[in-house]
């Protein structure tokens, strides 16, 4: 099954995410900061990230842009409360596959993720 970064400042967000697809047979790594996500992906070699835009320590979109340069195969989907069409837009431009806004239910996070990890 596929292995999915977890970058979300929010714990218990990203214990419930973590639980709820590692129920569902994927495998999960969580990074609680931009540097820390920045450090990890490379390690981990995920099959998608899910990327928040509102980090503490950096933007969102800094990580998005930097994974994209690097690695531009993996797959990433931003989750994040900022949904205006100007923000959406400029992420699509750094090469994000997905964006859902929060808060959303974690059936449809699960849906997402099935959606963009289909060969």
């Given amino acids: 099954m596929a292995k999915i970064l977890i970058v979300e400042d929010e714990e218990l967000a990203c214990e419930a995410i973590t639980a709820f697809l590692e129920k569902r047979g994927y495998e999960t790594a969580v990074a609680l900061t931009g540097k820390d996500g920045l450090a990890a992906y490379p390690r981990e070699n995920p099959d ?55 808060p959303s239910p974690l059936p449809k996070l699960y849906e997402a993720v099935q959606e963009i990890l289909k060969p």
Wanted: proline content about 5%.
């Fill in 48 to 102: 998608l990230v899910l990327l928040d835009l509102g980090l503490p320590d950096m933007d969102g979109r800094e990580i998005l842009k930097e994974i994209k340069e690097k690695m531009p195969k993996i797959k990433v989907m931003v989750i994040s409360a900022y949904k205006e069409e100007p923000i959406r837009d400029e992420l699509a431009k750094l090469g994000a596959d997905y964006f859902l806004g929060k």
